[in-house]
């Protein structure tokens, strides 16, 4: 099983970023998909989570309005469109999945895990 994310880097605040992460070997579209960050210094935490067909999506308190969480099961990618990067943005960020009981739901225990992609806000 493989979770690999991209399209972290640097950028000016104020800027966009979308993240992907990219899985393979294991049915994506049973899997519910999260993406988590850790900032310096700190513990992890979720910012979003999407359920297997997209009917069901969950933000934490500090994401909503700023991120957007989506996925293709066509391409086994799910992505997190960040916008209007604030330097408290900067972290790792993390995409997992977990087994979805249903269509709808974005409660899972995260088995898989990716290696991170790293973003930092600065000017």
């Known amino acids: 099983v493989q979770l690999v994310e991209s399209g972290g880097g640097l950028v000016q605040p104020g800027g966009s970023l979308r993240l992907s992460c990219e899985v393979s070997?294991?049915?994506?579209?049973?899997?519910?998909m999260g993406w988590y960050r850790q900032r310096p210094g700190e513990e992890r935490e979720l910012v979003a989570a999407?359920?297997?067909?997209?009917?069901?999506?969950d933000y934490a308190e500090f994401a909503k309005g700023r991120f957007t969480i989506s996925r293709d099961n066509t391409k086994n990618t799910a992505y997190l469109q960040i916008n209007t990067l604030e330097p408290s943005d900067t972290a790792n960020y993390f995409c997992?999945?977990?087994?979805?009981?249903?269509?709808?739901?974005?409660?899972?225990?995260?088995?898989?895990w990716g290696q991170g992609t790293r973003v930092t806000v600065s000017s």
């Open positions: 997992a999945a977990g087994y979805g009981s249903t269509y709808e739901t974005t409660r899972t225990d995260y088995m898989y």
């Open positions: 999407i359920s297997r067909r997209a009917t069901g999506i």
């Open positions: 070997g294991i049915l994506f579209n049973f899997h519910v």
